[in-house]
């Protein structure tokens, strides 16, 4: 049998590797054990009401209780299949407008409305129409003209 001859330059790296970078090592695997542990907390939904905007209602509970000092609109066009019009509720997109179909938007009194026109090809009416609540105005219908731009509604109160 040939006795093995060891490349000193190899030896010299992994000396390098095992030795010096220990630190290295730790912060990987302690990287790694904070991964597992993030990904098991979002799997049992740990962060779902953290991560909840404030604008967001859950489904399941019930409108007659509310706490929260909350208005519905809803807005609707009789747009075409292929253009896209989106409801922002401060700079956030919530809801997309499909034709003939309300887009209901929660708000409260402090939020901005903006309705993005900027994917939309042609020109589209849209109806505001609110639901009476504290802040916001009965029989509250306005129709706005939309086309190419980012329009920011005025305060419905």
Known sequence: ?????????????????????????????????????????HCFHFFQDILRPSYHIKENSSTSNIAFNYGIVSFTANIENDDILIVKVNGIPVERIEK??????????IDILEIDATKAKGTYEVTIDTEPVSFLPENYIKSIIVHGKLY????LY
């Open 100 to 109: 003939n179909k309300p887009a209901i938007v929660y708000v409260s009194p």
């Open 1 to 41: 049998m040939k006795k093995r001859i060891k490349n000193p330059e190899k030896d010299i790296c992994i000396d390098f590797v095992f030795n010096v970078q220990p630190i290295l090592l730790k912060i990987g695997l302690f990287l790694m054990v904070l991964l597992v542990v993030i990904q098991a907390m």
């Open 152 to 155: 920011r509604l005025p305060p």
